[in-house]
């Protein structure tokens, strides 16, 4: 079920369309929490609803709903929004019943430069008002010998874990809510990180993005995306906006899963992530961080603070590739990023990183060595790809067989040298398909 959460940002309401089933109660507070049921007024229908009506874009009583919400927060924030934000709204409602045409049409009709009026709007200054008094300092809930806090500032979290080194950090929750409502399994101690202001912040420096461990990946992909546009790509194929608007990219670094789609990225750009305990700072390379399958360097009481991602320099060039069964809102089967410096056509640095070959995140750090002071060549290349077997021994599963694995990460490795060398010709690499490779 898809509800809709609007919290103060710069004085002003900002709604975001998020799943329910994935959210803790924690989260919500301090935040307005919107159902479908609250959209109808004394009037009759709410604008959005009406519109699904008068284009005959409803369908079953389950999926409906959802596409109302999508379809609410979206106007709301953008009352101006093209095709490609309706659908990207609407992209994580999955339905059978009928076609996506009315419903896309009738969130179009809503697109008209103009802010939707209605009782939210009315409203508005006095939720603000009230929302900004509430008391954000540390709260906490406690009960069945279950513990929920909800801290304001790293220094208060440090401190909380501390004092219980076992408890659950949970930020978007959009991985460790499927433990609840999959697993069934109780969590005693959760701690909530959704108001803790300075891990959402991102400061851009000459050298590098320093970004807060809590900032959701829809913001990172506004953010990096102007610097890497392969990475803000990838990110529009990471599940769907609803777990983009809550998961975290330090959510995504710490679940440590070998097919997560950030870390492939982030260990290709040579990212670095701030850990700490208590008053302990460290800043360690996140080829360091992952030591085996869910396992990290990670302390008892010790949490991700900050990531540190170096931007892009003069000769540097950087590709990424996710292949999954289904191009949107899939688990990648192998993702690979591949980062060269290329200086007279001579490799000057690289770094290969692939997710879905290992259990971990893991560089390929034979196919590495065969490209570093090399020329950028057939030859070069044709050794690398062969060195991929040396770097990983991949498992079959239900996503793929070993023997696709290897070959589809040779492929992406060939796909990148083809797209280096037109880019590096002034030629359009944008549509180059590589499918299969023989060596």
């Known amino acids: 079920m898809h509800v809709v959460l609007g919290e ?64 609410f927060a979206l106007t709301k924030n953008s009352p101006n929004a093209d095709k490609h934000s309706v659908e990207e709204a609407l992209a994580g409602n999955l339905c059978r019943c009928t076609g996506y045409r009315p419903i896309v049409d009738a969130a179009l009709s809503l697109s008209n430069n103009t802010p939707l009026k209605d009782q939210f709007s009315d409203y508005e200054a006095q939720v603000v008002n009230t929302l900004s008094k509430l008391n954000l300092t540390t709260t906490s809930l406690h009960g069945d010998n279950k513990s929920a806090f909800v801290p304001t500032s790293t220094d208060e979290l440090a401190a909380i874990l501390e004092k219980h080194p076992d408890a659950k950090l949970v930020a978007g929750g959009t991985d460790l809510a499927l433990e609840v409502t999959q697993f069934h399994r109780d969590i005693d101690t959760l701690v909530h990180l959704n108001n803790i202001s300075d891990m959402k912040s991102i400061v851009e420096t000459d050298n590098h993005l320093d970004i807060g461990a809590n900032v959701s990946l829809s913001e990172v992909d506004h953010v990096i995306t102007p610097h890497y546009p392969d990475f803000g790509r990838l990110l529009q194929r990471f599940a769907s906006l609803q777990i983009r608007n809550q998961g975290t990219l330090g959510g995504n670094i710490a679940n440590a899963s070998p097919i997560g789609d950030s870390p492939p990225l982030l260990l290709a750009l040579n990212a670095e992530i701030v850990l700490r305990k208590g008053n302990r700072r460290r800043t360690v390379n996140l080829d360091d961080f992952f030591l085996g399958y869910k396992v990290t360097l990670l302390e008892p009481s010790e949490f991700i603070e900050r990531v540190i991602i170096p931007k892009p320099h003069k000769h540097q060039f950087f590709q990424a590739h996710k292949i999954s069964k289904r191009i949107d809102d899939d688990i990648s089967a192998v993702c690979g990023a591949f980062n060269l410096t290329i200086e007279n056509n001579t490799v000057t640095d690289v770094c290969l990183a692939f997710g879905g070959l290992a259990a971990i995140p893991a560089r390929a750090t034979s196919a590495e060595a065969a490209l570093i002071n090399k020329t950028l060549d057939d030859k070069s290349i044709d050794a690398a790809m062969k060195a991929l077997t040396q770097d990983f021994s991949p498992i079959t599963d239900c996503r793929a067989t070993k023997e696709y694995r290897l070959e589809t990460a040779a492929n992406l490795l060939y796909r990148t040298y083809l797209r280096i060398r037109l880019d590096h010709n002034n030629s359009q690499a944008q549509q180059i398909e590589v499918t299969s490779y023989v060596s």
């Open 8 to 71: 103060v940002k710069d004085g002003k309401l900002s709604y975001q369309s998020i799943n329910a089933c994935l959210t803790f109660v924690g989260a919500l507070h301090g935040k307005q929490l919107i159902s479908v049921e609250d959209l109808q007024t004394d009037e009759g229908l709410h604008p959005v609803q009406k519109a699904m009506v008068d284009f005959h874009g409803s369908q079953c009583g389950f999926c409906t709903p959802g596409f109302i919400m999508s379809m």
